[in-house]
């Protein structure tokens, strides 16, 4: 995989020795995670695992209680926002907006680390928001209110303005969970072609087949460790499917990418 | 709004535009009637006498002294003030990311109050002009103060801790004052101007009193506007907002000393003028949507020409008694805001 020109390769983010602690109880620690350059990695792992932790930590949001985040080499804590800003973007899980932005200037939102304090956003700035409006399909939607819109389409404005940051390392807490069919696909493709492009994106999923097909990396977490980190063929099988989820994992002949039928255990 | 306004979104210079007209309009209103009739022409040359640049012919020392000493600085001293505290209310709903923060939610207006109540009541207001004002603008800040720090640890300021924090102060500091009052009951004087003071109110505002509002006013709204994004992006959450690039800490600690800073000057000069800062900023946010860099000038217009067209109002409605000017305002405010909340139920209330 290579880089397109247009993008300039991402840095490397990684966690080293990361631990969180909130009210004497560790959400996660001792986790030691590179997200490389051009990489999809796909973080998994059973409710309360601590996989939206593992996002706050990478961005920036939460402070850790021990070891470090690094950024391209640099630490992330010591980064100013508005630089860390324009480099890792972060998308929440999908909290329903109060205030009545129309979906353009929730979208604008997104520029605040390249805006100028007075001046606020350009031209250029607006063709961007543009093409980002279009990359995520709600283009037509543009002058509609963010109260007003339905889960999938909130989810993809999230998106839309997670890519207007034109930060280079994307991290989404499960982007896809209200989407339908479509745009779930549409949706990870395209997080795919980001990770071609050279950007790298961490992803939140909770289907494990989905993972497994778009993601270069798995990362598996449970109880708050880093359990098992790879390619999906080295640590997607059925017998750590059945420790940390607890379900039967029967391989699905005829895919290259390690896909399984799930059952309860008996 | 959907349902309030069918989805429209009034444009921002249309707005702006009728607001000035609004504002010129009640500013004319103001300083050519009021309880002595005087003549258009008269009113007329003394405003070009002491605006136009040039040599003007003597204009009547009567009618100079009731136009441009008594009226014009009542009209300037109420738009400065209605726009100050609507800003401040914007910038406070913002903050809170709720519609029914008001300028003084964190106690700076009360905290004002008991400034400018304990100079009155030691009778340093006698003694020097400025005493109650000043104090007024240092009780705002030290409210502020206190509650910051009560609210801050490991330099995070959680907001619905200062929230908590400033109802707590705000009881406090009304106690305080009620026992302040009490105590100088038997001084007539005192008793009655802290009740003047405290029921709010431009009459007899002289330009000193606009001279002395002006430094925080422009303070105040230069913070404001640096900061305007950042409200922007606090609205969606202190998470979101941080992913994004906002410094939350010290963009809410400017955002919390420039509405001090507001709201203690525009209490010094006017006393407690209620609801402006609570309806304004709530209505033009209906209108215009929540962009700050357009919600913060228009509420400041929007309080400038409430309040100067409800200080009218106060002069007329029982003239030739006068009204005190909070008691409008909250005449006019409250029901409002009845209404809307009536008719829009839960939108009002937005904050879940």
Request: a neutral charge; hydrophobic letters at 55%; aromatic letters at 8%.
């Amino acid at each position: 995989m290579t880089a397109a020109p247009a993008v300039a390769a991402a840095p490397r983010l990684e966690l080293v020795g990361g631990g969180v602690e909130r009210r004497g109880r560790w959400l996660l620690r001792g986790v030691d995670l590179v997200v490389e350059p051009a990489t999809l990695i796909s973080v998994v792992g059973p409710n309360g695992a601590g996989k939206s932790t593992l996002l706050r930590l990478l961005s920036g949001a939460w402070r850790l209680t021990e070891g470090r985040a690094l950024l391209g080499g640099f630490d992330l804590a010591a980064l100013p926002r508005r630089q860390a800003a324009r480099r890792v973007a972060y998308v929440p899980q999908t909290v329903r907006p109060t205030f009545e932005f129309t979906v353009r200037e929730f979208v604008t939102l997104g520029r605040y680390p390249h805006e100028s304090r007075l001046f606020g956003t350009r031209s250029a700035d607006r063709e961007w928001i543009d093409r980002c409006l279009e990359d995520t399909d709600v283009l037509a939607l543009a002058e509609r209110r963010v109260t007003t819109l339905s889960g999938g389409e909130l989810q993809r404005v999230l998106m839309a303005r997670c890519l207007a940051t034109e930060a280079e390392v994307l991290l989404l807490d499960e982007p896809t969970s209200n989407l339908d069919l479509a745009h779930g696909l549409d949706l990870l493709g395209l997080a795919r072609n980001l990770a071609c492009e050279g950007r790298s994106v961490v992803l939140v999923l909770h289907d494990l087949n989905a993972a497994a097909r778009f993601a270069d990396r798995v990362a598996v977490l449970d109880a708050g460790a880093l359990v098992a980190e790879g390619a999906p063929a080295e640590v997607l099988n059925p017998d750590l499917l059945r420790r940390v989820f607890n379900v039967l994992a029967v391989p699905l002949a005829g895919s290259a990418a390690p896909v399984f039928d799930f059952e309860p255990l008996p | 709004m959907r349902v309030a306004f069918g989805g429209y979104r009034a444009g921002f210079w249309w707005y702006m535009a009728a607001g000035l007209t609004l504002l010129l309009a009640f500013a004319g209103i103001g300083l050519f009637r009021g309880s002595v009739p005087l003549d258009g022409s008269d009113v007329l040359a003394v405003l070009a006498r002491h605006l136009l640049p040039g040599e003007h012919g003597l204009a009547d020392p009567r009618v100079d002294a009731i136009v441009w000493s008594l009226r014009a600085p009542r009209v300037v001293v109420a738009a400065m003030v209605g726009g100050c505290l609507a800003l401040a209310g914007a910038q406070m709903q913002g903050l809170f990311r709720n519609p029914l923060a008001s300028p003084g939610i964190v106690g700076t207006s009360t905290g004002a109050a008991t400034g400018a109540v304990f100079a009155l009541t030691f009778g340093l207001a006698g003694s020097f002009l400025l005493a109650a004002p000043l104090f007024a603008v240092a009780g705002a800040l030290l409210s502020l103060l206190i509650v910051t720090r009560i609210a801050t640890r490991d330099g995070y300021t959680p907001v619905t801790t200062l929230l908590l924090a400033g109802v707590a102060l705000n009881a406090l500091l009304a106690a305080v004052n009620s026992w302040l009052i009490a105590r100088s009951w038997e001084q007539y004087e005192a008793a009655r101007r802290i009740a003047y003071w405290m029921m709010g109110g431009v009459t007899d505002r002289g330009w000193v009193h606009a001279w002395m509002l002006l430094p925080g006013m422009v303070i105040g709204c230069a913070i404001a506007v640096w900061f305007a994004r950042d409200l922007d992006l606090l609205l969606e959450g202190e998470e979101v907002a941080a992913s994004l690039g906002v410094d939350i800490e010290r963009a809410k600690r400017a955002v919390l000393w420039s509405a001090a800073i507001l709201t203690g000057s525009a209490v010094a000069v006017s006393g407690v003028v209620g609801f402006v800062g609570l309806v304004v900023p709530h209505l033009v946010r209906l209108l215009l949507g929540p962009v700050h860099r357009r919600l913060l000038p228009a509420a400041f217009l929007t309080g400038a020409w409430f309040v100067v067209g409800a200080d009218l109002l106060a002069r007329t409605v029982a003239a030739p008694q006068e009204v005190f000017l909070g008691v409008v305002t909250a005449f006019v405010g409250a029901p409002f805001f009845l209404f809307l909340l009536v008719r829009h139920e839960g939108e009002v209330a937005v904050s879940r």
